[in-house]
Structure formats: structure tokens, C-alpha cells
């Protein structure tokens, strides 16, 4: 299955995002395979550098770092697959800016949560930064009248274990971008999550 044929922006409404670095993934996933179901922030403006794209591109080198300061030695993102760990954005647009507006993250949480139905067999939700914290809250609240994660900053909350029916959350820092190359007691703390959600799949 590629995820990019079940779902898709048609009308783009979004103000506050960079709609030419628009991106689904579009790599062949095998649903059933997967357990850990880990949430970006945005993708990055440049599409070269996203996840998914050939060659060694710059949020793939953030990612393989995180798994192996988890202790998981992975090369590639389908090194990551094999482990059941599909990765995707809450915002689907790269971010102009900081932040995005709530009006953002509501259409792209409609996009977010049809591509969670695609996989049946998800034990853990790691939501990497807070805006995949907003995104899923929202989606938990429209499903079940509640947020699971609460308000706080995450070296906090994080120190707590969260659930939506049997499957764990995480609440976490995003392992992409230029700032996790520098910020050390993120990338420790980031490691952390990622090892103990492969030590409950």
C-alpha cells in the first residue's frame, strides 16, 4: 500500500503553510506490519529532504540518528519500516513560520486521522513535538470527548504514561530539523521514547 493513494489534500486551504513542499508518503507500507505510528511536526520546505526521498536526505539523517542513540541500528527508512514503525507529518505543507494556525492544524488533522485508519494494528503512538501533540488531541477529543495528553511542556508531561484504549502514547521532541543536531538533552530524551516504545512491539 502506499499511504498517498488513500489520502490527499484536494483544496488546499491552509494560509500559513508552503504549499509547494506538500507531501504524503509514498513509500510501499505493509499496514499490518505496523505497530509504532510516530508523528512529525511538518515537512521540511525543500521535499528533497523529507523521510521518504531517495539518496540521504536530511530528515532521514535525523531520524536513523534517533533510532540508533535508541540502541535500534537502522541504515534506512525501510530499515525503520522492518522495525513496524511507520513515520508521517500532522501538517502535511512545510511551516512558514514558528507555529501554525489552529485553522491548519484542524484541516490537516481530517487528513491525519484517515491516514491512522489505514493501519489496524497500531500499539503505540509517538507524537514527536507539540504540534502532532495539538493534531492528536484533537483527533482524541472529536473521538472520545477527552485530550490524552495534558497541557504542559514536554520534559514534564513526558515523565507520565498516557493511553487511548490499549495503545501507549508518547508525547516526545521532533527528531527533525537543524536544532536536534544541537540540542543534546533533546536527542537523549527523544532516544529514550523511541527505545522504550520498540521494547512494548
Known amino acids: 500500500m502506499k499511504v498517498c493513494d488513500y489520502v ?9 503553510v508552503d504549499k509547494k513542499s506538500y507531501v504524503i508518503p509514498s513509500i510501499q507500507v505493509a499496514p499490518e506490519k505496523i505497530k509504532i505510528f510516530m508523528i512529525t511536526e511538518a515537512p521540511p520546505s525543500n521535499r528533497s529532504e523529507y523521510f521518504y526521498e531517495k539518496g540521504n536526505p536530511f530528515y532521514l539523517q535525523t531520524i536513523v540518528q534517533a533510532f540508533n542513540d535508541a540502541g535500534a541500528k537502522v541504515l534506512s527508512m525501510q530499515d525503520i519500516l522492518n522495525k513496524g514503525v511507520y513515520i508521517t507529518t500532522a501538517i ?3 511551516k512558514t513560520g514558528y507555529a501554525v494556525s489552529n485553522g491548519t492544524v484542524k484541516n490537516c488533522t481530517a487528513l491525519l486521522e484517515h491516514e491512522i485508519s489505514l493501519f489496524s494494528n497500531i500499539k503505540v503512538f509517538m507524537l514527536m513535538g507539540d504540534v502532532a501533540i495539538k493534531s492528536m488531541n484533537a483527533i482524541w477529543k472529536k473521538q472520545t470527548g ?13 515523565k507520565d504514561k498516557y493511553f487511548i484504549d490499549d495503545k501507549r502514547v508518547f508525547p516526545s521532541y521532533t527528531p ?7 540540542e543534546r538533552a533533546k536527542q537523549r530524551m527523544i532516544a529514550e521514547d523511541i527505545k522504550e516504545a520498540l521494547r512494548l512491539t
Do not use: H, M, Q
Open 8 to 16: 490527499r489534500c484536494v483544496s488546499f486551504p491552509c494560509e500559513d
Open 92 to 94: 502535511k505543507c512545510g
Open 146 to 158: 477527552r485530550r490524552i495528553i495534558p497541557a504542559g511542556s514536554t520534559y514534564k508531561i513526558r
Open 176 to 182: 527533525t530539523g537543524k536544532n536536534f543536531l544541537i
